[in-house]
């Protein structure tokens, strides 16, 4: 039974965790019903323990802190301790590949591992490296990213989750033909009913920090003074987030309710009128979807990435293109119920061809493809028509036979 290692700095349980900490536990999820079993290496935190077993049968190892988990996952494979789990501690050794998920610092693993690896990019990082470091540190971060990175992983096949993001990656000298696109998946709203709110509407949802740019959809609100607005996440932005409300006298009309559960997200979603996601990129923007498979129509900005990707725009939610626009493209859609309705059902129908199942499945033959060392990846699964993953070019890469 093969092993695969996922290499990420956080899960869904750490408080920073986000849309590819789901990507990636819903993956390996999916991998254990293959047959494979599945290890997740990442960042140790207050949250959760050193170790831990979920219920989809994925191991989780928590090592070292924000920047020493690099560290501590090569050391890990260095010594062959990465275990399945606290449940079988007489079973260690390395893995079979790896799947080395990149949020904007990479791993690196070719460098040390024998074994394959696939790599993981939801979205390239050029625009948030000066908003989220800026100076000496953002230029590191980015070259990092952009130079050393593409060099490391030269003989590895690549996986993201938007044609954006691939279109980066060349950009960076990743050949598309080394891209295998696989879309997000959704997991199923919740079947309880919820009224839409009888007043205008707006919803955030996502972690608080600056390139997540929330305040832009605070502007908004002050504009549209019979709104209100909820901001559904948590984050170290927080304060500076409530001291702009203020200035913008929108305090009143704004509430910040922190972390929610899976049931209050669907009853948040579900009662909104449009949510809003004014991101500076998102590699796909879970989000959106998940809006959608709740006939919740989506404003995001077109220069952000795989939103691109998430919103068919005009039909499933609208794409702005800055903050006037970004403005104006919610007011329509507050102001415009037939739009909004007509969208919402696009939306929902959109959101329904997006399936975990259907992303495990095109995971599992490109397992299967690289663990075999066969030239491409096995056809995608029955369905692909509701599940848009697909190579970008026949591949005429062969991945590297290691041995150990």
């Known amino acids: 039974m093969p092993h695969i290692l996922f290499l990420n ?8 965790g986000g849309g590819s900490e789901v990507y990636t536990e819903r993956i390996a999820a999916e991998l254990v019903t293959h047959g494979h079993r599945v290890t997740l290496l990442c960042a140790a935190h207050p949250s959760g323990p050193a170790a831990q077993v979920l219920p989809s049968g994925v191991h989780v190892l928590r090592r070292g802190g924000r920047h020493t988990v690099y560290l501590r996952a090569a050391l890990a494979y260095l010594v062959g301790a990465v275990r399945l789990g606290p449940l079988a501690p007489a079973r260690r050794g390395r893995p079979d590949l790896i799947v080395d998920v990149c949020n904007g610092v990479p791993f690196l693993s070719p460098l040390y591992a024998r074994c394959p690896t696939v790599v993981v990019v939801h ?3 050029r625009e948030q490296w000066p908003v989220v470091l800026g100076g000496r540190r953002g230029r590191i971060g980015w070259w990092l990213e952009s130079r050393l990175a593409p060099r490391v992983y030269r003989r590895c096949r690549y996986v993201t989750v938007s044609t954006a993001t691939r279109d980066e990656l060349a950009s960076l000298g990743v ?3 080394r891209v295998l696109l696989i879309h997000n998946g959704l997991t ?6 919820v009224a839409r709110s009888p007043y205008p509407c707006l919803v955030v949802l996502g972690r608080l920090v600056p390139h997540k740019r929330v305040e832009y ?24 987030l409530r001291r702009r409300a203020a200035e913008l006298g929108v305090t009143g009309r704004t509430a910040f309710a922190g972390h929610v559960s899976e049931a209050e997200k669907h009853r948040l979603l579900a009662a909104g009128w449009v949510v809003l996601v004014p991101s500076l990129k998102e590699g796909w923007g879970l989000t959106i979807l ?40 919610t007011r329509l859609l507050l102001t415009d119920a037939t739009a909004r309705d007509r969208m919402g059902a696009g939306a929902r129908a959109y959101a329904s061809g997006f399936t975990w199942t259907g992303a495990g499945r095109t995971w599992a033959a490109l397992v299967a493809g ?21 190579w970008s070019a026949p591949s005429r890469w062969r991945p590297r036979r290691r041995s150990g």
């Not at 959809?217 to 500076?240: I, S, T, Y």
């Not at 919740?296 to 998430?310: E, I, M, Q």
């Not at 663990?371 to 697909?390: E, I, N, Q, V």
């Open 175 to 177: 050949p598309p033909s």
């Open 370 to 390: 690289v663990l075999s060392g066969r030239r491409r990846t096995p056809a995608a699964p029955a369905d692909r028509s509701r599940h848009p993953s697909r």
């Open 123 to 125: 979205h390239v990082h």
């Open 290 to 329: 998940e809006a959608g498979a709740r006939g919740t129509p989506a404003v995001a900005f077109r220069s952000a990435g795989g939103v691109r990707d998430a919103i068919l725009d005009g039909r499933t939610g609208l794409l702005a293109d800055d903050l006037a626009d970004f403005v104006a493209k």
């Open 9 to 16: 700095w956080r899960d869904t349980r750490n408080p920073e």
């Open 217 to 240: 959809a605070l502007h908004a609100l002050a504009e549209l003074p019979l709104a209100r607005l909820v901001v559904a996440g948590r984050g170290w932005w927080e304060p500076q």
């Open 188 to 193: 199923d709203p919740d079947p309880e009913p």
